[in-house]
């Protein structure tokens, strides 16, 4: 997501103010604050029928001005609590977070700023719109609660349900709306007082998957547009990758990898973030050379020897055995059996998808995905040779730690 200047909080006549000029920038432009908001050694943990559950474990980040970061994990994995930390709806047992330079919650020294105090904007799942109230009053409310004069209230909300798409609809009521529109009034509602810092938590889950779809396009626009630093929770890795500046795998707790959702997809760091990132193979292998900063790792169903990179605290040696990790758009698929450096394989599922075709093809009892484009078209039971493009393909444990 791009970033650049954006306006603080609204004035009682509801219009916004610029943003503050910081030194040292060229044109006037202001500066970009790399640490606007800092995360630093979270712990939580909740007791449920007398025993404790640690459900963040240590959990550190820092998030630039401008930039949307997502949380992204299974359930349970610590994401919304994180998010609900920084709202001030869950305190941690210790740790810190800043938004701005200023401390928001210190359980250490015990300081404490509540959420109506932190300049936050956060769109529920549940959307949690009043139902007694008008779009336009529950755009407002949170200007009538910094008391922004009546019409300064009327003008920023019919701005911001302009850029929402629900400028006619400001006297409906929630339940005479779909949930798409419910969801937009949700997200107007939390951008309406230029907040600090913006959550998202699963804002798309409750539409179905073609809606999601347009407001997946529709929502990446909107936060290109309004430049606010924003925390998304999500379990939908294709919602992550689309959306995100920054991306922070979870799970139990801890934050397995971050970074850009190319870092993220081409260079996993861990079996559970291949997986768990759009689809992928895991090819068992064994460590038979070291070259070009990389290993060479020969499968264990056979073909040639492959140049991978392990992540950068790892050292496998020789003999080592490993994973290869192998997406499935750089499987290359030819017909027939015995080619030279290849590895033999049988169709065993197509599916169409439209674009192409999905495989499951079967390397004696292991599974492989595979796509394919439209016009490469194998039937099931034929022989098939396999190769993997793109090398050097990333490398992971052969077992997680905890296997």
Known sequence: MSTGSRTTAPHRDGSAGPAPVR??????????????????????????TGQATRVLNDVSLTIGEGELL?????????????????????????????????PVVDADAGSFVPPEARRI??????????????????????????????????????????RVGLGGKLRRFPRELSGGEQQRVALARAVVANPDVLLLDEPLSNLDARLRQQTLIWLVALLRDL????????????????????????????????????????????????EFIGAANLLPGQVT??????????????????????????????????ALVVRPEKVVV????????????VVNVRVYSGSGWQYVMLIGDQELRVDTAVDQVFERGNPVSLSFDGAPLPLVSHREPHE
């Open 121 to 162: 904007g956060m769109a529920f799942q549940s959307y949690a719109l009043w139902p007694h109230m008008s779009v336009l009053d529950n755009v407002g409310y949170p200007l009538r609660m910094r008391r922004v004069r009546r019409e300064g209230i009327r003008r920023r909300a019919d701005e911001i349900l302009d």
């Open 334 to 345: 030819q017909p027939g059996h015995d080619r030279p450096g290849c590895i033999d394989a």
């Open 70 to 102: 997502t949380l992204l994990g299974p359930s349970g994995c610590g994401k919304t609590t994180t998010l609900r930390c920084v709202a001030g709806l869950e305190r941690p047992d210790s740790g810190a977070i800043w938004v701005r330079g200023a």
């Open 289 to 322: 050379a070291h070259r070009d900063g990389g290993c060479e790792v020969l499968p264990a169903a056979g073909g040639q020897p492959y140049l991978a990179l392990p992540p950068a605290d790892a050292h496998p040696a020789s003999g080592d055995e490993v």
């Open 23 to 48: 030194q040292g920038q060229p044109d006037g432009e202001p500066a970009l604050d790399p640490d606007y908001v800092r995360i630093e050694s979270l712990f939580k943990q909740f007791s449920r």
């Open 227 to 274: 430049k606010i630093t924003t925390i998304y929770v999500t379990h939908d890795q294709s919602e992550a990758l689309a959306i995100s500046d920054q991306i922070a795998v979870m799970h139990g707790g801890v934050i397995l990898q971050r970074g850009t959702p190319s870092e993220v997809y081409d260079h996993p760091l861990t079996r559970f973030v291949a």
